[in-house]
Nanobody, 120 residues
Framework: QLQLVESGGGLVQPGGSLRLSCAASGRSINPYAIGWFRQAPGKERERVSCSAPGNTIYLDSVKGRFTISRDNVKNMVYLQMNSLKPEDTAVYYC???????????????WGKGTLVTVSS
C-alpha cells in the first residue's frame, strides 16, 4: 500500500519561506490525489491544498502564497510556502486518496505530520 512521510518543517520568521516534502513509497503517486492538510492546537484540521489529475485547489487563505507540485520520478510531492504568517503555524500532513480531490478531508492514507512554526 501507499506510505507517506513528511519532512521539511521547522521554525521560520514571518515573511519567510519553507518547502515541505512528502515522500511516497509502496505505490506510484500518479493515480492519486495528494493533499496537504494542517492542524493547529485547538483548531479543526483544514485542507491547505490538493493536487489530482486535472484539478489543483488551494485554501483561500494560502492562494498566491503556497504552491503544490509533484515529482513523479522521485515519487514525491512538495508544498512551497512563501510569505508565511504566524497563523500558518500548524502540524502539516500529507494525505492521499484515489483519483480526485474530495470536498473535505476524507483521505485514505496519511503521514505522521511535520511541525511548521512561524514566529519571530
Amino acid at each position: 500500500q501507499l506510505q507517506l512521510v513528511e519532512s521539511g518543517g521547522g521554525l521560520v520568521q514571518p515573511g519567510g519561506s519553507l518547502r515541505l516534502s512528502c515522500a511516497a513509497s509502496g505505490r506510484s503517486i500518479n493515480p492519486y490525489a495528494i493533499g496537504w492538510f494542517r492542524q493547529a492546537p485547538g483548531k479543526e484540521r483544514e485542507r491547505v491544498s490538493c493536487s489530482a489529475p486535472g484539478n489543483t485547489i488551494y485554501l483561500d487563505s494560502v492562494k498566491g502564497r503556497f504552491t503544490i507540485s509533484r515529482d513523479n520520478v522521485k515519487n514525491m510531492v512538495y508544498l512551497q510556502m512563501n510569505s508565511l504568517k504566524p497563523e500558518d503555524t500548524a502540524v502539516y500532513y500529507c494525505a492521499a486518496r484515489w483519483s480526485y480531490c474530495g470536498g473535505g478531508d476524507a483521505m485514505d492514507y496519511w503521514g505522521k505530520g511535520t511541525l511548521v512554526t512561524v514566529s519571530s
